[in-house]
């Protein structure tokens, strides 16, 4: 799992409600994902870090935040959580300077909005 | 924008039979693609890459993928199916936005290996 851990690993929280999911890692790697897993979707880019305090949106980053205050750490919290945010999400890093490497992912996050 | 296409949501192949799963690509520049596995309740492993090189491509689990570019495909071959090999597949591309990576993934293929 390249060092990557997502806490926690299942969730059920109340429409409305804030929720902070945790990617951390053990290596230093500089660039840090969010990804969002659903049925006929696929996995979609909710928000990217690329450094200390450098983030940059995805593809479905509307209802989303992050943070990244320190290497190992990356943040994603629905500020305000929906039914459509009921989905499994998946932390990735990329080795390296990311230029020619792959991304390895987390075990993932199961997290339900009732 | 860099995007892939996977065709196929279900692929269902016989055991010993050779398998592919399809994706093509719409890139600006060079492609740099990926494949990954997805076994239920895991995360996504990566199984092989397209940087540059070679058209046939190997990677783990006896995997091999065709980078082709007139067709702007980079399909997902095993010559003989394990019942293993049942999973799901997504296939990858590399975007480069001001400087800074991020991956795109397709919509994903159930592949059925039957017995």
């Keep these: 799992d390249a060092g990557i851990t997502q806490s926690p690993r299942h969730k059920v929280t109340e429409t409305g409600t804030p929720v902070t999911l945790r990617c951390h890692?053990?290596?230093?790697?500089?660039?840090?994902?969010?990804?969002?897993?659903?049925?006929?979707?696929?996995l979609r880019l909710i928000h990217y870090s690329y450094g200390v305090k450098?983030?940059?949106k995805g593809e479905v980053?509307?209802?989303?935040?992050?943070?990244?205050?320190?290497?190992?750490?990356f943040l994603l919290t629905l500020e305000s959580a929906t039914s459509s945010q009921t989905s499994v999400y998946f932390c990735a890093i990329t080795p390296g300077q990311g230029m020619n490497t792959e991304a390895f992912f987390g075990q993932g996050t199961r997290l339900t909005v009732v | 924008a860099q995007?892939?296409?996977?065709?196929?949501?279900?692929?269902?192949?016989?055991?010993?039979?050779?398998?592919?799963?399809?994706?093509?690509?719409?890139?600006?520049?060079?492609?740099?693609l990926f494949w990954y596995v997805q076994y239920p309740n895991r995360g996504l492993q990566f199984l092989l890459?397209?940087?540059?090189?070679?058209?046939?491509?190997?990677?783990?689990?006896?995997?091999?993928?065709?980078?082709?570019?007139?067709?702007?495909?980079?399909?997902?071959?095993?010559?003989?199916?394990?019942?293993?090999?049942?999973?799901?597949?997504?296939?990858?591309?590399?975007?480069?936005?001001?400087?800074?990576?991020?991956?795109?993934?397709?919509?994903?293929?159930?592949?059925?290996?039957?017995?």
Aim: net charge neutral.
């Design chain 2, 3 to 32: 995007s892939v296409a996977q065709p196929e949501d279900q692929v269902n192949v016989a055991e010993g039979n050779p398998l592919t799963v399809k994706c093509t690509y719409s890139v600006s520049g060079n492609p740099y």
């Design chain 1, 25 to 42: 890692q053990t290596e230093n790697h500089r660039y840090m994902y969010w990804y969002r897993q659903d049925p006929g979707h696929g």
């Design chain 2, 49 to 115: 890459k397209y940087i540059t090189g070679d058209n046939l491509v190997k990677g783990s689990y006896g995997f091999e993928a065709e980078f082709n570019k007139s067709q702007t495909s980079f399909h997902l071959k095993k010559p003989s199916a394990l019942v293993s090999d049942s999973a799901l597949y997504f296939c990858a591309v590399r975007e480069v936005t001001s400087g800074t990576y991020k991956y795109i993934f397709g919509t994903g293929t159930r592949l059925k290996v039957l017995a």
């Design chain 1, 61 to 73: 980053s509307d209802g989303y935040s992050v943070s990244r205050s320190k290497t190992e750490d």
């Design chain 1, 54 to 56: 450098d983030t940059d």
